[in-house]
Nanobody, 112 residues
Framework: QVQLVESGGGLVQPGGSLRLTCTPSGFTFGTNVVSWHRQAPDKERELVADITWNGGHISYAESVKDRFTISRDNAKNTVHLQMNSLKPEDTAIYYC?????WGQGTQVTVSS
């Protein structure tokens, strides 16, 4: 079965950190771009960050620049999203995407 699995979400206080992980099942990332997206309640899904196969090109949404870092380990077939200095407005379900596949999402809640 081909699927993407996200993990690492949870509840964190403002200013805290979380590290999300995306792992494919039934396929590999290969040389494809992998991206993280998020969707907050009553809002459209938005692109957070993406990364090319060798990390040569990375882009971030303006709202997360200098706070979030996307990285990938091709040997381990994983992609991470390190999220620092989290704000309440970062609260959302975070999804991994590549090759036409979406993960089921992982909930991130930033609240005191």
């Amino acid at each position: 079965q081909v699927q993407l699995v996200e993990s690492g979400g949870g509840l964190v206080q403002p200013g805290g950190s979380l590290r999300l992980t995306c792992t494919p099942s039934g396929f590999t990332f290969g040389t494809n771009v992998v991206s993280w997206h998020r969707q907050a309640p009553d809002k459209e899904r938005e692109l957070v960050a993406d990364i090319t196969w060798n990390g040569g090109h990375i882009s971030y949404a303006e709202s997360v620049k200098d706070r979030f870092t996307i990285s990938r380990d091709n040997a381990k077939n994983t992609v991470h999203l390190q999220m620092n200095s989290l704000k309440p407005e970062d609260t959302a379900i975070y999804y991994c995407y590549t090759r036409g596949h979406w993960g089921q999402g992982t909930q991130v809640t930033v609240s005191s």
